[in-house]
C-alpha cells in the first residue's frame, strides 16, 4: 500500500504495540500530526506544555509499564527541549523513542529555520540514534528503533526525520512486530564457582539495582535472598523490587540510606552485586567500599565491569537468567550470626522524631503513602524529598517508584507522573516534590488538567533548596548561596489558575484531611505541605567516604 | 600506561566516526591518532585507533566502543602478532646541505624520495609507528621544512580470525 512517510511512522508505531505518544505538534512535524489525526482512533497523543514534560511523561509511561515510552517533538526548540528526557532516560536504562521532525533534506545545514543537529546533540545520551534520509527507510529504521531500545540494557533511541520524508510517499510492506527475546539466557562466568563462593560465605550481603527491575527478577533475588539466607540492600533504582519488611531486606544503601544496610556492605565477606553499577552515590569511595569482601558483580552490561570497581568474580548476563542458572547450585543455608549482628546495627539506624504540631517529612510521606494504598504509584522530583519518598515509601512492587536517579533531573516528577497515570488510570499516582524542583516544570498542571489526569501532587515546601541548602549547612558553613529564593507563590491560587484544585497545610490533621480529599478527586490536585527549612535528610555519608563517616544528625 | 593500538569494523554509516570520536572525548579516553578506511565489505568500515592509557582505561574503551550500534567487531591489536604501518611524508630543500648525512638515512630506512621539483624533494617512509619516529629523530636536525605522518593502519598476521 502507498503510504506517506507520516503515515507509515503511524503504521509502524500500531505495529509496535505503542496506542499513547506524548508530544508536541510545529512545523516541521505537520504532516506527523495530521497522520496522528487520521489514526487518532488507534493511537492516542497527550500534548503537554512543554517538550520536556512529554520526554518525562513518555519516560513514566515506560518506567511503569516496562513497555517503550513514544515522544514526538518538532525540529530546532522542540528537539533540544527533549535533550533532558531524553538524558535522564539513558541515565536510567529507560526504553524510549524519541521522534523529532527536521527540516526538510535540501534545508539540512542551511542554518534553517528551527534547524538543529539534533543526532549530533543526543549522540553521548541515547543508546543509537538514527537520520531517516530516505523513505523507503523509514519503517525498519523505526523497527530498528524500537527493538534497539527495548533490547539489552535498554536506553533512549531519536529517531529524526526531515520533513520532506514525511511527506515523500512510498510502499508499506507491513511487517509484525519482532519478537524475539530482548534478552538472550546466554550467561558469561564461572557460576559454578561463584555458588561454592556464596556457598562457602559466612557474612554474604547482596547489593543490588535497577537491573534486577529491568530483568523481572524480584522472585529469583527473593528465592536466592531466602534459600542462602543473604541479607540485601538496594539502590534508588531498585526500590520496591522487595517488598517493605519481606524478610532480609535491609532497604536502602548508600548516601542516603540505612546505616546498618551500609555497615552490612561494608562487614561482609562475599558482596554479590546485581544488576548495578557502583555509582558513586552508593560505592562513595570505590578503594574502601566492601573492601572486606570478594566482589561478584552481575550485569548485562559487560562495559560497567571493572569500570567503576574492580570485581573478583564477574558474570555477563541478564539477570534473571543468571539468577536461575545459579540458584539449583545454591546451598540452603542459614547465616544467624551474621543476621544478629545485622540486627545489633539496626538499632542504631536513624529514626526521624515525630510532631503533633508540624509536618514532619517522613509522616508527609508515610501518610500520603497509606492513603494511596499498596498498588499506587510514586513519582518524585529531585532533592530532599526524592530522598525521603525512597526512604519512608513502603515500597511494594517494582514498578511503582519513579525516579531520575542517575541524572537527577529536578523537574522530572509531574511529567513522569502524568505518563505513569495515563498508563495506569485505575492505580493513584502520587507525586511528591518540592518547592525548588516543582518550579521547574509545574506548568504541566495544564496538562493534567485538559485530559483531566487526577494525579495528587504532595509538595513538601521547605521554602529553600532543600538539598543543596543540607550541603552548604554541613559543608560550606551555613553559607546559603543562592539556595534561599524567598518565593511567596500561592500554590492554591496557582494550581486554581490552572483549573486544578490545591491546598495548603500546616498541621498533621489538615493534610491527612487534604489527602483523604485528592484521593476522591477527580482532576489533579496539588497539596502544599509546609515544613521546617532545617530538615535534614539523614543518614548521610559525605561524598567519598565510608560508613565511618555517617552524619546523624 | 600502555600505547595501544585497536581497530574497530563499523558500518559504514555517515556519522560513525562522530559518534565514535564523541565517545572518546566524553569519556575523556585519548586517540593519538585514528584512520577510517574501507574494507573487503562495502558496508563496512575499518577505523584503526592508537590510544594511551591504563589497562582498566583500555579495557573500557574495548568495552564502550564495541558497545555502539554501528559496532560489529572491536579488537586490540598486538604489535607482536600484527603489522601496524603509518605513512610519512617529509620534504627537505634540494640544496640540502646535509644531503650526504640525509640519503644514507634514507638508504637505510629503507625510504624513497617521490617528488623532486620547486627546489624541493619529498621523502615518503611506510614502516611501524616506532621506526617513522627514529627516522624523524634522525632527520629532524637536517633542515627540514614540512612534514606530515598519517595515523596507523593495522592487520594482524596470519588468516583472518573474525567473521562478520
Known amino acids: 500500500m502507498i503510504l506517506n512517510g507520516s503515515e507509515i511512522l503511524a503504521n509502524v508505531l500500531i505495529e509496535e504495540g505503542v496506542d499513547t505518544v506524548f508530544g508536541y505538534p510545529g512545523g516541521a512535524v505537520l504532516n506527523i500530526y495530521d497522520a496522528l489525526y487520521k489514526y487518532s482512533d488507534k493511537i492516542t497523543h497527550y500534548m503537554t506544555a512543554h517538550e520536556q514534560g512529554a520526554s518525562h511523561a513518555a519516560d513514566g509511561y515506560a518506567r511503569s509499564t516496562g513497555k517503550t515510552g513514544v515522544v514526538i517533538a518538532t525540529s530546532g526548540p522542540g528537539a533540544t527541549n527533549l535533550v533532558t528526557g531524553i538524558a535522564t532516560a539513558y541515565m536510567d536504562s529507560v526504553p524510549m523513542v524519541a521522534i523529532t521532525g527536521n527540516v526538510s533534506t535540501p534545508l539540512i545545514g542551511c542554518d534553517s529555520f528551527q534547524e538543529v543537529y539534533i543526532t549530533g546533540i543526543t549522540m553521548p545520551i541515547t543508546k543509537h540514534n538514527f537520520v531517516v534520509r530516505k523513505v523507503e527507510d523509514l519503517a525498519d529504521t523505526l523497527r530498528d528503533a524500537f527493538r534497539i531500545a527495548a533490547s539489552g540494557r535498554p536506553g533512549p533511541v531519536l529517531v529524526d526525520i526531515p520533513k520532506d520524508i514525511t511527506a515523500a510517499k512510498t510502499t508499506y510492506f507491513p511487517k509484525p512486530k519482532d519478537n524475539t527475546p530482548l534478552r538472550t539466557d546466554k550467561v558469561v562466568g564461572n557460576l559454578e564457582e561463584i555458588a561454592e563462593l556464596i556457598n562457602r560465605a559466612e557474612r554474604p550481603f547482596i547489593y543490588f539495582g535497577g537491573g534486577v527491575r529491568l530483568s523481572e527478577a524480584s522472585d529469583e533475588l527473593r528465592e536466592l535472598i531466602l534459600k542462602a539466607d543473604i541479607p540485601a540492600a538496594y539502590t534508588l533504582m531498585a526500590a520496591g523490587v522487595l517488598g517493605y519488611g519481606e524478610r532480609n531486606n535491609l532497604g536502602l544503601m548508600g548516601m542516603h540510606g540505612n546505616y546498618s544496610a551500609n555497615c552490612a556492605a561494608n562487614r561482609a565477606d562475599v558482596m554479590i552485586a546485581i544488576g548495578t553499577r557502583f555509582s558513586d552515590r552508593v560505592a562513595l569511595n570505590t578503594q574502601k567500599f566492601g573492601h572486606n569482601a570478594k566482589i561478584v558483580h552481575i550485569d548485562i552490561d559487560s562495559a560497567e565491569i571493572n569500570k567503576n570497581i574492580t570485581a573478583d568474580y564477574t558474570i555477563i548476563g541478564d539477570v534473571k537468567a543468571v539468577l536461575r542458572k545459579m540458584l539449583p547450585s545454591i546451598k540452603e543455608t542459614k547465616h544467624d550470626a551474621w543476621i544478629e549482628k545485622i540486627e545489633e546495627w539496626k538499632k542504631d539506624d536513624y529514626i526521624p522524631e515525630d510532631s503533633d504540631e508540624c509536618l514532619k517529612p517522613h509522616f508527609v510521606i508515610e501518610t500520603a503513602c497509606k492513603a494511596a494504598g499498596k498498588d499506587a504509584i510514586f513519582v518524585t522530583d529531585v532533592g530532599q524529598h526524592q530522598m525521603w519518598a525512597a526512604q519512608f515509601i513502603h515500597h511494594t512492587k517494582p514498578r511503582n517508584f519513579l525516579t531520575s536517579g542517575g541524572l537527577g533531573t529536578m523537574g522530572y516528577g509531574y511529567g513522569a507522573a502524568i505518563g505513569a497515570k495515563v498508563a495506569n488510570p485505575d492505580v493513584p499516582v502520587i507525586h511528591f516534590t518540592s518547592d525548588g524542583s516543582f518550579h521547574m516544570n509545574m506548568n504541566e498542571l495544564c496538562t493534567a488538567v485538559s485530559y483531566k489526569i487526577p494525579v495528587i501532587t504532595v509538595i513538601l515546601n521547605n521554602a529553600v533548596l532543600g538539598m543543596v541548602r543540607q550541603w552548604q549547612a554541613v559543608f560550606y558553613g551555613r553559607r546559603f548561596a543562592s539556595s534561599e529564593p524567598e518565593r511567596v507563590t500561592n500554590y492554591a491560587k496557582v494550581a486554581e489558575g490552572f483549573g486544578g484544585v490545591g491546598y495548603r497545610c500546616t498541621t498533621p490533621a489538615e493534610f491527612e484531611e487534604a489527602m483523604a480529599k485528592a484521593m476522591k478527586a477527580e482532576g489533579p490536585v496539588w497539596i502544599e505541605c509546609v515544613i521546617d527549612r532545617e530538615e535534614k535528610v539523614l543518614p548521610m555519608i559525605p561524598a567519598g567516604g565510608t560508613v565511618h563517616d555517617t552524619i546523624f544528625k | ?164
Open chain 2, 1 to 164: 600506561m600502555k600505547k595501544q593500538c585497536m581497530v574497530l569494523l563499523v558500518e559504514n554509516n555517515a556519522g560513525v566516526l562522530a559518534r565514535i570520536s564523541s565517545l572518546f572525548v566524553q569519556r575523556g579516553f585519548n586517540i593519538d591518532s585514528l584512520t577510517v578506511s574501507p574494507t573487503e565489505i562495502e558496508s563496512v568500515s575499518r577505523i584503526t585507533i592508537e590510544t594511551t592509557g591504563d589497562l582498566k582505561t583500555i579495557n573500557q574503551i574495548i568495552k564502550q566502543t564495541a558497545k555502539l550500534n554501528e559496532s560489529k567487531l572491536v579488537f586490540s591489536v598486538e604489535p607482536e602478532f600484527s603489522l601496524i604501518r603509518e605513512i610519512l611524508l617529509v620534504k627537505f630543500a634540494s640544496d640540502n646541505k646535509n644531503a650526504d648525512a640525509l640519503a644514507k638515512i634514507i638508504a637505510d630506512y629503507g625510504a624513497r624520495i617521490i617528488d623532486n621539483t620547486g627546489g624541493c624533494f619529498v621523502v615518503e617512509l611506510s614502516d611501524t609507528p616506532h621506526r617513522i619516529d627514529d627516522f624523524l629523530d634522525e632527520v629532524k636536525g637536517l633542515e627540514l621544512v614540512e612534514m606530515c605522518r598519517s595515523g596507523a593502519i593495522a592487520m594482524e598476521r596470519g588468516s583472518v580470525s573474525y567473521d562478520i
